[in-house]
């Protein structure tokens, strides 16, 4: 029987290498992962380096200092307003021994729950995790009354035809992405 946890700190690096062996593959953008990994376990306000964060009013945008180089993050998923709250949770699949099978990682916009990112090992692939992550993500957002949204790079057929066979319905055709979703209510 599956597993299902929080990430720690400890998870980084198995969550980067999934990251980037799939992002070399197609199916996420490809990027220095290590920030976002650290925002998506400890929160962005709590990542190493951080020296500020605040949401620039009226926008999907983050401004925030690293190190003393400001930055700006566009068009975040959810609209920020004058301070930033972390509504994102990362959670690790393990299997009857323990060992890390994958991730999902979440976001909570104002409408809808997100499956960000999730990733399965290679040899644990085909077993059901995948499909168990993402009805614990279903069960969560029943219980905030939000529908259930990811976004699929097109090379991602595993994915797409996963959340198809879960009852996803294509709501937005982008152009090398589409958006799915589901109400769970």
């Not at 290498?17 to 962005?44: P, Q, R, Y």
């Not at 809808?112 to 957002?141: D, P, Q, T």
């Not at 797409?160 to 009852?167: N, P, T, V």
């Amino acid at each position: 029987m599956p597993f299902v946890r929080e990430a720690t700190l400890s998870d980084k690096e198995f969550i980067i290498k999934l990251l980037n062996i799939e992002s070399e593959n197609g199916h996420f953008l490809k990027c220095d992962h290590n920030i976002m990994v650290e925002w998506a376990i400890n929160g962005i306000a709590t990542a190493p380096n951080v020296d500020y964060i605040k949401g620039i009013p009226g926008s999907n945008d983050v401004e925030y200092s690293i190190n003393g180089t400001p930055m700006i993050k566009r068009n975040i998923d959810h609209a920020w307003q004058d301070s930033v709250t972390v509504d994102a949770g990362t959670h690790i699949i393990e299997d009857d021994m323990h060992k890390r099978c994958g991730f999902v990682i979440l976001r909570i916009a104002d409408d809808h729950v997100e499956i960000y990112n999730l990733a399965i090992e290679k040899e644990c692939r085909r077993k059901g995790y995948a499909s168990f992550l993402i009805r614990g993500v279903e069960n969560f957002a029943k219980t905030i009354h939000k529908p259930v949204r990811a976004r699929c790079y097109f090379k991602s057929t595993w994915m797409i035809s996963l959340l198809e066979k879960s009852g996803y319905n294509e709501i937005k055709r982008g152009a090398c992405s589409n958006e799915y979703e589901k109400s769970v209510l």
